[in-house]
């Protein structure tokens, strides 16, 4: 666990990134570069990337199939190595944006002999926002006042729901992502994580109560405040950031397709902030 903090205007986007899988032949490579550019050229815009930048496959790896891979400057299979440099060159015109990036359990595969997120962070001159695989930011103001925490974590594994209707699967998966999350942390408005490529947002809920004056019936709701020392687990944002990663290629088989994965959304989540106060958080499929 890492403690973060970070300094934004009381109006801002906050982009929620993952899984983007340099080196996989997979990857939408003009869908990331196309959200590169926007967060680029939005005043409002910074991001926080939740790992997986890399596919990080390796020869020794069961998975490997070097059929999977882009080609990398000297014709053979990507390597992590050249893949860290590539994830340089893209996120650098949005270093100064950055507010944390974290490493999944992809670049996880080579701790052994690298760390390649802080080698990707040393690359863009931004090793203070080192986000490990766990993390929580507190975002203030410019007068240094608390507007709300984001605890981010790369993710684990999610069941596919077996319901009937899609309806109903959506439903199940937004309460599993909201069982994951919710115990990690108590302060958190924003609780999110990448690993599974699902686009989730599950928003706040406002429960009806009742109470009495003794004469008559009152109405009200069970709401908490964003950056209250602890935040009711209904009223807090979860999210399932997406990923940029396609799971079906021509003439090709990829490791989602073999084990006959649904289709997965493209895009990312992003956090919309007016005021100091989270307005909303939506999916951005693309």
């Known amino acids: 666990m890492r403690l973060l903090e970070a300094t934004l205007p009381r109006d801002h986007d906050l982009y929620l990134l993952s899984d983007d899988h340099e080196g996989a032949l997979a990857q939408h490579t003009a869908a990331l570069d196309k959200v590169i550019t926007e967060i680029a050229g939005n005043p409002l815009a910074y991001a926080a990337h939740l790992g997986d930048m890399c596919e990080t496959l390796t020869v020794d790896h069961p998975y490997y199939d070097p059929r999977t891979l882009a080609k990398g400057s000297n014709g053979n299979p990507s390597i992590p190595a050249e893949q860290v440099k590539a994830q340089a060159r893209r996120y650098r015109p949005i270093a100064d944006k950055l507010i944390a990036v974290l490493y999944g359990n992809h670049e996880h595969r080579v701790r052994n002999t690298m760390d390649m997120l802080a080698d ?32 981010l974590h790369h993710g684990r594994s999610l069941a596919e729901s077996r319901a009937g209707s899609e309806r109903q699967k959506e439903a199940n998966r937004a309460e599993q992502l909201k069982r994951a999350l919710f115990p990690l942390a108590g302060d958190c408005a924003i ?54 990663l396609r799971n079906q290629l021509l003439n090709n088989d990829t490791y989602s397709e073999m084990r006959a994965y649904p289709p997965n959304k493209i895009g990312y989540a992003k956090v919309i902030v007016r005021d100091g106060v989270i307005r909303d958080v939506i999916e951005v499929p693309i």
């Open 120 to 151: 990707f962070l040393e690359r863009i001159g931004r090793e203070e926002i080192y986000g490990g695989y766990a993390c929580k930011v507190a975002v203030r103001d410019i007068g240094s006042n608390l507007m709300y925490k984001a605890y």
């Open 191 to 244: 609780m999110a994580m990448g690993h599974t490529h699902r686009l989730i947002v599950v928003k706040p809920i406002k429960r009806l109560y009742l109470t009495d004056d003794g004469e008559s019936l009152k109405q009200h709701y069970i709401t908490s405040i964003q950056n209250a020392e602890y935040i009711d687990p209904e009223s807090r944002f979860y999210v399932n950031t997406g990923t940029f």
